[in-house]
């Protein structure tokens, strides 16, 4: 069997770091990858972003190995920092930030942070062996750091009498000495200073209502293939860094908590299948900002399947299966993945009648959004619906983490 070159070039890249340098890579792509070892993060970034030159270079960037850039990519650091000058950081400016301070913090100071802090973490921590990022991973498990939550760290940096590293938090998290402690309560809401990314999947003909405001791709009448297909593209888009978040509308017939296209062939799609193709490890581009997903369901009968097929074959893989891996490695995909975040579903069931009866009116559901903090839309959703139509039923699933509120 012939060598894959890509695994080939990953090695080299492996064998070219130091622990240090490995540390601070698994470090800054933890909001991006759930890989736990250095091989496993290159091959999970080489799968998923192969031929994007730009997650590689801002790698090897973070970490200072310029000599990289040019030996693997065949870039200098000038043609690197334009490239990176062009395209949104992938990793987060809290992230590199950290990896900075670690960078800068030597033994003495180390010693002084875990004295100063070893009565924060759990008892029973080794925290003398901990380095500095080690140590945030800690007490961000522990809600005690965060891009939001800078508090301690920020006073931590002054009693150990390093103003310089206090300074540069503020500086590169944008923080002046009169905010950094305002800081949690501003972060109660997510920070919505771009536009949303808007994808629509209608599949019977009905408006979508309100977008927010949003770039919109729309997909009109799609075969099942092709809903999976549009999921899959956007969800790829590396452009999906330059917006504060995305809504996805889905408006088809399909029946329990799955959907289907015109075509209405199995496997029919779940509810949680879309949203898998959005998740942390599906899409990065996303990480840490708000998924919004509306779904008009109605629902039919279920379909007669082929002659000759039995349900126990039509049976959906969760996540997105274009991935072409193996059933063990989907399987690993799945468990190592971290829980869904931010992410926003409203469903609304109606009976197929509805669709049939009023054509051309559109969902009543779908037409009530507007612009306002969301679970109050949801609120006024409710009351809507249920008094003007009594027959639709609504759920909403959700794993935000802030406040929403959409720009007038």
């Not at 590293?165 to 972060?187: D, T």
Request: aromatic letters at 8%.
């Amino acid at each position: 069997m012939a060598q894959n070159p890509y695994n080939a070039q990953l090695l080299h890249i492996e064998e070219e770091l130091d622990q240090q340098e490995i540390e601070e890579m698994l470090y800054v792509t933890r909001d991006v990858s759930p890989s736990k070892s250095i091989r496993q993060l290159l091959s999970d970034l080489n799968e998923r972003f192969i031929l994007q030159p730009t997650v590689f270079a801002e790698l090897f960037y973070v970490v200072k190995r310029f000599d990289l850039l040019r030996k693997f990519l065949d870039m200098s650091k000038p043609e690197a920092e334009s490239l990176l000058m062009a395209h949104k950081k992938l990793f987060s400016e809290y992230r590199i930030t950290m990896v900075e301070i670690h960078e800068e913090l030597n033994e003495s100071d180390l010693d002084s942070l875990h004295f100063l802090l070893k009565s924060q973490l759990k008892s029973g921590t080794k925290i003398q062996k901990m380095t500095f990022l080690s140590l945030a991973i800690e007490l961000e498990k522990m809600n005690l750091l965060g891009p939001d939550n800078l508090k301690l760290l920020d006073q931590s940096l002054q009693t150990i009498r390093r103003v310089d590293l206090q300074k540069k938090l503020r500086r590169k998290m944008s923080l002046g000495k009169e905010h950094v402690y305002r800081r949690e309560r501003n972060g109660e809401k997510y920070q919505i200073r771009q536009p949303g990314f808007g994808l629509i999947i209608d599949c019977v003909g009905n408006d979508a209502g309100e977008t927010f405001g949003c770039d919109v791709q729309k997909h009109m009448y799609s075969t099942t293939k092709d809903i999976k297909q549009a999921l899959k593209n956007v969800s790829n888009m590396e452009q999906l860094c330059q917006y504060a978040f995305l809504v996805c509308f889905v408006i088809s017939r399909g029946k329990s908590d799955a959907i289907f296209g015109v075509d209405e062939k199995f496997p029919e799609i779940s509810l949680d299948t879309i949203k898998s193709y959005f998740n942390g490890g599906s899409c990065p581009y996303l990480a840490g900002k708000p998924k919004l997903f509306f779904i008009q369901h109605y629902v039919t009968q279920q379909p007669v399947l082929p002659e000759g097929e039995s349900a126990s074959g039509m049976l959906e893989v969760d996540g997105p299966v274009e991935r072409n891996l193996e059933r063990d490695q989907r399987k690993h995909w799945r468990n190592t993945i971290p829980s869904e975040a931010d992410i926003f579903l409203s469903h609304c069931k109606v009976d197929e009648n509805e669709l049939q009866q009023s054509p051309s009116t559109g969902s009543l559901y779908l037409r009530s959004l507007r612009k306002d903090h969301l679970l109050d839309i949801h609120t006024e959703l409710n009351s809507i619906v249920y008094r003007e139509q009594p027959d639709y039923s609504i759920k909403l699933k959700h794993t935000l983490t802030k406040k929403l509120y959409f720009p007038s």
